[in-house]
């Protein structure tokens, strides 16, 4: 990893602005496994397999993307919102590989359809039920354009579906979470719990994204699986409202991905009582805990951003309205002269009025208050009076910088997180694929 | 430069794509001097007058950026658009400087104003003319934020005044060109003539501009003279038109400048017939000549973008409306993944496809084709039979590099400019104000 992580023992670093890393607890009626296809060539596991014997309600948020892999494409025509398993495969994004690429998909879904259907006659109850390939869903993470790999994939899937277990150490996440990576150099990985009820309810999820990270809907890849008893319809409002202010306020480089996808599941085994409505308090329990979950594994991401060695927190105050804000966040986060100032240290603040200004939103330059940490940089369309560049400079060296613009024009607000932009961010992606 | 000059007569290139230097022509009833008011600290010359003595028409279009110098809000309020002189500094943008920004400005406008009297006053005719301080116009660019050195540049201005000669080889072009510059690695200059009934029309433009290029409306700074004479109203529906197809279908790194200018002058001293309609075929010749001329200056900069060592035409055609694929064509340029893959020299084209489909305009995945020098690589969904890596990683090698995208959905066509992202770009910025 790029950002040191003895930085994050360092008193000047937030560590509240950093993602966390937990132990991951088990979620009961989930089993895992990871193995690798060879899919690298170097052995490493790129194969993930999460089953449900017992099924689990899941929702998903997809990349808007108008260039989609086959597996976003397969999950999009799957109606249903009671699934069995979710495979995920690493190196190759099955995208623009036509209708060979799909139809290594559906291949690949009859045979795991068979295997688990055969696995499941296995059991000691001798209960044998049938695995259906519209209860299979997919992800792939990846390059694009190249042969979807569907023969060593489909090879692999008698070895992936024996290696179930349930059993959910913290050795079995944090395997199955390497086992999605790309170009990222940690695994991420966030845990909470909350009560609904007298239940307790636990959440555990993972993640993979480090470039093409500039989500709108959904971002990269996220799986979360919650013993919690919650509908389908009721997961699916719930996510979509928690990735605004998290996997969607996260960028690393501006570019979206074809194959972004957040996903959640719901096992039921937590046994709370039924809910009925979209306003049962008890939810808003369950939101918050994901919230703090999903925030968590976004601002990893960032942190694990390629090439990255700052973490950045830009929130835009005093908008006339949140998308107003976002817009203008965003303007500044994708900023390619901003990104490469900070990774200068320099405080360069001018580059913020700058990123502000082509945002399109109308601002007014004169009331536009600009502070970098606790310093304020900016006001009344000049650089503040008590403008220190030594302090600033010193401020400048911390791993995780906080940038403020109030634009005092409304009581909007919105957050965005992102990194800086350093030579090694170009040296990763300069031939990503060899 | 970044980009090696001799590389120009590489026959792998095509020089047609590049921006080309020639030598520019004097225009009668300009007159130019540049000096040093030791802005940057090491004598290089900071400071540009274009005097126009016995006046031009001109016209201008400026950036869209919500935060702009105090020099473009002065422009913005001259009304008149006959003007007697434009002076232009550079490392110091004048921008977010507040009211003493503002205020440094009028004074050094008065005292030009003086200045300029004086001199008309010691004409061998010994007519005196007042040069009032709304005939004059002015450009900044550099750092954003710092205090404006009003006094070091109006220190200069008697100097500066005394050494404006009319006579203009091409030193005095590239004294002026050079004096303009801030990241730039060298100056931009073009020259274009036409004929306007009987009479041949020369026009000298010079450019600046190397990073913080993504223009919407107007970019950078580039500067345009002409003997013809044309009324100002219609000099202003030309150069907007001819902007659309040059200055502002260039990208360097998608952040838009607060100092963006682009303005033509034209002294009449052709004398060429009066034209009293915008479709006289007079103005068609000239307007030919002047969308040449900033082409090449638009591709000048691009060849010059900070920490470029490849020139990339994005060509997209097929598209349901003009802006559609504009939009699509700067999707593709401003993407950073798709510009250091061509940095790379790797023939990654999963990223176009990406970079269109994020574009947020409705494609259609499957009819779109896409190609890079004449080989085509991708098409209906899916890499092109007659794909060869081998073959196209030889083109990669080029300093000028093709790429096209048929969205096979109409007959709307844009073609948009850019260079690649390379870790000089990353060096030049990460502490461009020390």
Same sequence: chains 1, 2.
Avoid at 411 to 420: G, P, R
């Amino acid at each position: 990893m790029t950002l040191n992580l003895k930085n994050l023992l360092n008193p000047k670093v937030k560590m509240s602005k950093m993602g966390e890393f937990q132990e991951l607890q088990p979620i009961e009626g989930l089993e895992l496994s990871a193995v690798s296809a060879d899919l690298y060539g170097d052995g490493r596991d790129d194969l993930t397999l999460f089953y449900f014997k017992e099924g689990a309600n899941f929702a998903a948020v997809y990349t808007t993307s108008k260039v989609t892999s086959a597996c976003i494409n397969w999950n999009l025509k799957i109606k249903r919102h009671f699934v069995k398993a979710l495979m995920v495969n690493t190196k190759n994004a099955n995208t623009f590989t036509g209708i060979k690429g799909a139809q290594g998909l559906k291949e690949i879904a009859q045979t795991l359809s068979k295997q688990l259907t055969l696995k499941s006659s296995q059991t000691p109850k001798g209960v044998s039920e049938v695995v259906k390939i519209t209860d299979l869903l997919f992800a792939s993470t990846g390059v694009i354009g190249e042969d979807f790999p569907h023969l060593k994939i489909k090879n692999r899937i008698p070895e992936l579906v024996k290696k179930l277990k349930s059993e959910q150490n913290k050795f079995v996440w944090f395997k199955a979470a390497s086992a999605i990576m790309t170009t990222d150099t940690r695994p991420k990985v966030a845990y909470e719990e909350c009560k609904m009820g007298n239940k307790l309810i636990k959440i555990s999820g993972i993640a993979k994204g480090s470039g093409m990270i500039a989500p709108n809907m959904a971002t990269m890849l996220s799986f979360i699986f919650t013993d919690a008893n919650i509908p389908s319809v009721f997961l699916k409002a719930i996510l979509k409202k928690v990735t605004l202010t998290t996997f969607n306020s996260i960028t690393v480089d501006s570019d979206m991905s074809t194959n972004d996808m957040v996903a959640i599941f719901s096992t039921g085994k937590a046994k709370n009582s039924k809910i009925y409505n979209v306003l049962d308090p008890k939810l808003q329990d369950f939101e918050k805990a994901l919230h703090k979950l999903c925030l968590n594994l976004a601002k990893q991401i960032v942190v694990d951003g390629e090439g990255a060695k700052k973490f950045i927190t830009i929130k835009v105050i005093g908008g006339r309205s949140a998308s107003m804000a976002k817009n203008i966040g965003f303007s500044v986060a994708n900023s390619p002269l901003f990104k490469t100032a900070i990774g200068g240290e320099d405080p360069n603040w001018g580059r913020i009025a700058m990123a502000v200004g082509k945002s399109g939103e109308n601002i007014v330059a004169n009331k536009m208050q600009i502070t970098i940490g606790n310093h304020l940089v900016a006001e009344q369309g000049k650089v503040s009076k008590n403008y220190n560049e030594k302090d600033l400079k010193e401020y400048m060296k911390w791993d995780s910088i906080d940038v403020e613009v109030n634009l005092n024009l409304g009581n909007a607000s919105h957050t965005v997180y992102t990194c800086d932009f350093t030579n090694d961010y170009i040296d990763i992606n300069a031939d990503y694929r060899n």
